[in-house]
């Protein structure tokens, strides 16, 4: 299925230097993710991967997988899934996803390699979707990623993007803001072994374009039919364009 839509060899982008620290934390970085959202994370990557069109036998990239959560919810939840292509750099990571994909018997239907969010190595206008759980804020150059996006996507794709964002409730901000900066990095640090790991999750969130900014940058690359849907009081948010 892949040989069809894949078109480079993947490589290392070595010019990145984040995703050799999500291969330091890759061990504990499920455990992580579920622990610190309190378990809401499941339920954000459910209600992304319903928004998926209503068409049978997609084709399906999910673009900086890491280990896989959000192709495997797709796959479990959304009966239009046929395929799945996971992409990220980081090979520890993917070599998690790896064990997932075996356990759940989906070789035939999920496939992981190594790769790069801006120079995806998939073929134009070949995808019925792209999904991108909290990763679009990692790459260096996210306007270029989201170009890659709407180029390997047919037209009529769909992409679907969960990122984390900051609350509008004044109140609710500020004990965000306390937990982001003050709590999540010692108790991530403590956890997984690399307190800078998580207080690059602070520094990311809190510096990235969210809600009506981020809108505007699926606008400039052509994307239509946009929107976004507010999580848990706007602690993350899903946005879906079409191209």
Request: proline fraction near 4%; aromatic fraction near 12%; charged fraction near 25%.
């Amino acid at each position: 299925m892949s040989e069809e839509i894949l078109t480079l060899e993947p490589k290392i982008p070595s010019r990145y230097e984040s995703y050799k620290m999500f291969n330091r934390i890759a061990v504990r970085y499920d455990f992580l993710n579920h622990f610190l959202s309190a378990g809401q994370d499941y339920r954000w990557r459910k209600k992304a991967v319903k928004l998926l069109k209503n068409v049978p036998n997609q084709k399906i990239l999910d673009l900086a997988c890491g280990t896989g959560d959000i192709a495997l919810t797709a796959l479990k939840h959304n009966p239009n899934v046929d395929f799945c292509i996971g992409v990220d750099p980081a090979i520890d990571m993917l070599a998690i996803g790896e064990e997932k994909n075996r356990e759940r018997n989906l070789e035939g239907r999920f496939e992981l390699i190594q790769g790069d969010g801006a120079k995806i190595p998939i073929a134009s206008n070949s995808l019925d979707a792209v999904l991108m759980a909290f990763g679009i804020r990692n790459v260096e150059n996210f306007e270029k990623c989201l170009l890659e996006m709407y180029r390997v996507l047919k037209p009529g794709g769909r992409v679907i993007i969960l990122e984390f964002s900051l609350p509008e409730n004044f109140m609710i901000k500020i004990l965000y803001l306390f937990y982001f900066r003050y709590i999540l990095p010692h108790l991530g640090g403590f956890i997984s072994g690399d307190k800078s790991a998580y207080k690059y999750l602070n520094r990311t969130v809190e510096t990235f374009s969210y809600g009506e900014a981020f809108c505007e940058k699926l606008e400039e690359v052509d994307f239509i039919h946009i929107h976004m849907s507010k999580l848990s009081f706007g602690i993350s948010t899903i946005y879906v364009g079409d191209k």
